[in-house]
């Protein structure tokens, strides 16, 4: 017995089998693969939620390059118009699962041509403003080229 | 007795944790989405990887070099603002040498359809400021009396220009900030990364991208196509950015080297996928300004993907492209 005891200690895979013959005990049961297995599910999951957890249509308000706010487009009811500290002035109307710019002061209204932003990956910009309104979820394009 | 059968079993427990985060820090993934005006657009990263956060942060910080120390042509201290000024500079920044020695390719390969010496022809048109206004047929034509790739020599690190016209290398800006990206982001251990500068993309990593090709007639949420693309750089040349109307004529920013006005030949806009961010950006423009035939003869020549959307949603795919184009609402592949 003494024999095996040190078997095992001199070496961890000798201290692998899941019965030891002489001893007829089972050093590793079920249960213990059971947890070790929940545990590396729970770490696996864990990894995955931080690096794709997305799961809603999310609007990005950027202006000059600090994100001013986040919505969750999915929840909004009815809509409203924001003001941007910017100038030009800019206005965001934002709407259920939409989001875009409206009444900028802008001169060459592109970010209004830009029109509603209603899928994953696409942004409207007014570069006069330094304002940026894109949108983020999960499926949906990797990006955009226009 | 009892420790004995303790030990391996806690040995199991502490290799299993020891496995996890062992594996949790060798991915060591994390995500990091930054954002930045550089290149007269807005610029956007994407991150998976290693000090994503960091990575993110020099990816950005390179492109406002790129645009500060090289391509710019509002920064004096830029090789080109120098070379526009001093009609000669030695010592180029490398990225300048790659960007200006690609577009003079293009150029050439065009037979000058696309031309980097409209820089003071495109200074008179006015896109930005919302005036539907075109400019002075007399400066137009003076401006355009210099137009001429032709005189740009390069010599090792060595530029000069003969004459007087002014190189833009604004059609390849974008694609030259995607390619610096990319050169720096295979120095890190970024698993993948999307980069958008404006409309141009570069897209790294072992996996396919879905990107979407703009409506031309729609919004910013409106593709025309969704295409699909592993490792690789994309860049559009579009009429509906930058432009005005004016009686029924739309006046937009591809300019003819040939006329000085917009490029009008039935094309709403040119995709173009390559694993060069300068030539896909500079093939963009070239094979609009070529039109169908030519422009999808001069992408094949790069073995470059090519779009062409005309103003009557017909769609034409370079061969090499044809699998991966899925074509939305209102498009037709040309027959």
Request: hydrophobic content about 45%.
């Given at each position: 017995m003494?024999?095996?005891?040190s078997?095992?200690?001199?070496?961890?895979?000798?201290?692998?089998?899941?019965?030891?013959?002489t001893?007829?005990i089972?050093l590793?049961?079920?249960?213990?693969?059971?947890?070790?297995?929940?545990?590396a599910?729970?770490?696996?999951?864990?990894?995955?939620?931080?690096?794709?957890?997305k799961?809603?249509?999310?609007?990005?308000?950027?202006?000059?390059?600090?994100?001013?706010?986040?919505?969750?487009?999915?929840?909004?009811?009815?809509?409203?118009?924001?003001?941007?500290?910017?100038?030009?002035?800019?206005?965001?109307?934002?709407?259920?699962?939409?989001?875009?710019?409206?009444?900028?002061?802008?001169?060459?209204?592109?970010?209004?041509?830009?029109?509603?932003?209603?899928?994953?990956g696409?942004?409207?910009?007014?570069l006069?403003?330094?304002?940026?309104?894109?949108v983020?979820?999960?499926?949906?394009?990797?990006?955009?080229?226009? | 007795?009892?420790?004995?059968?303790?030990?391996?079993?806690?040995?199991?427990?502490?290799a299993?944790?020891?496995?996890?985060?062992?594996?949790a820090?060798?991915l060591g993934?994390?995500?990091s989405?930054?954002?930045?005006?550089a290149?007269?657009?807005?610029?956007?990263?994407?991150?998976?990887?290693?000090?994503?956060?960091?990575?993110?942060?020099?990816?950005?910080?390179?492109?406002?070099?790129?645009?500060?120390?090289?391509?710019?042509?509002?920064?004096?201290?830029?090789?080109?603002?120098?070379l526009?000024?001093?009609?000669?500079?030695?010592g180029a920044?490398?990225?300048?040498?790659?960007?200006l020695?690609?577009?003079?390719?293009?150029?050439?390969?065009?037979?000058?359809?696309?031309d980097?010496?409209?820089?003071?022809?495109?200074?008179?048109?006015?896109?930005?400021s919302?005036?539907?206004?075109?400019?002075?047929?007399?400066?137009?034509?003076?401006?355009?009396?210099d137009?001429?790739?032709?005189?740009?020599?390069?010599?090792?690190s060595?530029v000069?220009i003969?004459?007087?016209?002014?190189?833009?290398?604004?059609?390849?800006?974008?694609?030259?900030?995607?390619?610096?990206?990319?050169?720096?982001?295979?120095?890190?251990?970024?698993?993948?990364a999307?980069v958008?500068?404006?409309?141009?993309?570069?897209?790294?990593?072992?996996?396919?991208?879905e990107?979407?090709v703009?409506?031309?007639?729609g919004?910013?949420?409106?593709?025309?196509?969704?295409?699909?693309?592993?490792?690789?750089c994309?860049?559009?040349?579009?009429?509906y950015e930058r432009g005005?109307?004016?009686?029924?004529?739309?006046?937009?920013?591809?300019?003819?080297?040939?006329?000085?006005?917009?490029?009008?030949?039935?094309?709403?806009?040119?995709?173009?996928?390559?694993?060069s961010?300068?030539?896909?950006?500079a093939?963009?423009?070239?094979?609009?300004?070529?039109?169908?035939?030519?422009g999808?003869?001069?992408?094949?020549?790069?073995?470059?993907?090519?779009v062409?959307?005309?103003?009557?949603?017909?769609?034409?795919?370079?061969?090499?492209l044809?699998?991966?184009l899925?074509?939305?609402?209102?498009y037709?592949a040309?027959?």
């Open positions: 003494s024999a095996t005891i078997q095992a200690r001199l070496s961890f895979w000798a201290a692998m089998p899941l019965r030891s013959d001893m007829n089972k590793i049961k079920k249960g213990d693969i059971i947890l070790a297995a929940c545990l599910a729970v770490c696996a999951a864990l990894m995955c939620f931080g690096i794709f957890s799961g809603e249509l999310v609007a990005v308000i950027t202006v000059n390059g600090e994100v001013c706010d986040k919505i969750n487009l999915g929840e909004v009811k009815g809509s409203y118009t924001l003001e941007l500290a910017t100038e030009p002035a800019v206005k965001v109307l934002v709407e259920n699962n939409a989001i875009s710019f409206v009444g900028s002061e802008c001169p060459d209204k592109l970010c209004e041509k830009a029109g509603k932003l209603t899928k994953k696409s942004a409207a910009v007014c006069p403003a330094k304002a940026v309104i894109s983020e979820g999960s499926g949906g394009v990797d990006a955009v080229t226009y | 007795m009892k420790r004995s059968v303790l030990a391996p079993r806690l040995a199991v427990y502490i299993a944790i020891a496995l996890l985060f062992a594996v820090s060798g993934m994390s995500q989405e930054k954002s930045d005006f290149m007269d657009t807005f610029v956007s990263v994407k991150i998976i990887g290693k000090d994503s956060d960091g990575t993110a942060d020099a990816v950005l910080a390179a492109i406002k070099s790129l645009e500060g120390d090289c391509l710019s042509r509002t920064n004096k201290e830029s090789d080109i603002s120098e526009n000024l001093l009609r000669s500079i030695s920044n490398p990225a300048t040498l790659n960007a020695g690609t577009a003079l390719d293009v150029c050439k390969k065009s037979a000058g359809a696309f980097i010496t409209l820089g003071a022809v495109s200074d008179l048109w006015d896109f930005k919302g005036a539907a206004a075109l400019p002075d047929e007399g400066l137009l034509a003076a401006a355009m009396s137009v001429g790739y032709g005189s740009i020599s390069v010599s090792g060595s000069s003969e004459g007087n016209p002014q190189i833009d290398l604004g059609s390849v800006g974008k694609g030259a900030a995607c390619d610096s990206a990319r050169e720096l982001l295979a120095q890190t251990q970024t698993k993948e999307v958008s500068v404006g409309g141009s993309v570069l897209l790294f990593g072992q996996r396919d991208f990107v979407g703009r409506d031309p007639f919004g910013a949420s409106d593709f025309a196509g969704v295409l699909t693309v592993s490792s690789a994309v860049s559009t040349s579009g009429i005005f109307d004016l009686n029924g004529t739309r006046y937009h920013h591809i300019l003819s080297s040939q006329t000085g006005y917009p490029v009008q030949n039935g094309l709403v806009s040119v995709t173009v996928v390559s694993e961010g300068v030539l896909s950006d093939l963009s423009t070239a094979c609009f300004a070529l039109g169908v035939e030519g999808m003869a001069l992408a094949e020549e790069y073995s470059a993907g090519a062409f959307i005309t103003e009557d949603k017909t769609v034409y795919v370079s061969d090499n044809a699998g991966s899925e074509l939305l609402g209102g037709a040309a027959e």
